[in-house]
């Protein structure tokens, strides 16, 4: 089952609940500290528990970091049957297929 566009809250959380199985969103928000420095921050967030899994952030997350997230993530918690993202640019490189 596939979302077609972008999506409310409410509408995502009504789609969850037909999913078959555990899954995880990839959220990824961006934000600048005081003293005016750019960083990034990754969510994993369990869509049925809603636990926060894992919070990343740094100046920048390639594709390798996102990456080496996840595997952190999957040896804690086992693999997800689905995984739902935005397709960022973290998510399409090589690391990622790899």
Do not use: H
């Not at 789609?15 to 928000?29: H, I, K, N, T, Y």
């Not at 969510?43 to 926060?52: F, G, K, P, W």
């Not at 997230?69 to 918690?77: F, G």
């Amino acid at each position: 089952m596939l979302l077609d566009g972008p999506i409310d809250g409410e509408a995502f959380l009504a789609w969850c609940e037909q999913v078959p199985g555990p899954g995880w969103s990839l959220l990824f928000a961006a934000d600048t500290s005081g003293a005016s420095r750019r960083f990034r921050i990754l969510a994993v967030i369990d869509y049925y528990t809603r636990e926060c899994l894992a919070l990343g952030a740094d100046a920048s997350l390639s594709g390798g970091r996102v990456a080496r997230e996840l595997d952190a993530v999957i040896r804690l918690y086992g693999k997800p049957e689905l995984v739902v993202s935005d397709n960022g640019t973290e998510l399409t490189s090589g690391a990622i297929r790899e």
